[in-house]
Nanobody, 120 residues
Framework: QVQLVESGGGLVQAGGSLRLSCAVS????????MGWYRQAPGKQRELVAA???????NYADFVKGRFTIARDNAKNTVYLQMNSLKPEDTAVYYC??????????????WGKGTLVTVSS
């Protein structure tokens, strides 16, 4: 099994920063993509950022220039550095891991989420 545990969420004022962490454990050798998704109340879950085992990154347009995804293979941890936070960034942020070939996801895993609240 693969387990994902997020941490780092909390309350921050608009313009502030937070750093989310996702600790990955279990049978992780085949994981080749990690990402962060978020879901606000009444809205669908959406991709925030992703990173592949080859260090290719992908960001949603609404976070480009503000958020950075990174991973530390030695620690089996993926991070999301969030700067210049806006109230509309308020959501539960979920860590995601996937085994994929091209655009085909063979297996994927989700964390339980961490709440980020951005006040105005």
């Amino acid at each position: 099994q693969v387990q994902l545990v997020e941490s780092g969420g909390g309350l921050v004022q608009a313009g502030g920063s937070l750093r989310l962490s996702c600790a990955v454990s279990g049978s992780i050798s085949d994981i080749n993509a990690m990402g962060w998704y978020r879901q606000a109340p009444g809205k669908q879950r959406e991709l925030v950022a992703a990173i592949t085992s080859g260090d290719t990154t992908n960001y949603a347009d609404f976070v480009k220039g503000r958020f950075t995804i990174a991973r530390d293979n030695a620690k089996n941890t993926v991070y999301l550095q969030m700067n210049s936070l806006k109230p509309e960034d308020t959501a539960v942020y979920y860590c995601h891991a996937a085994v994929f070939i091209a655009t085909i996801v063979l297996r994927d895993y989700w964390g339980k989420g961490t709440l980020v609240t951005v006040s105005s």
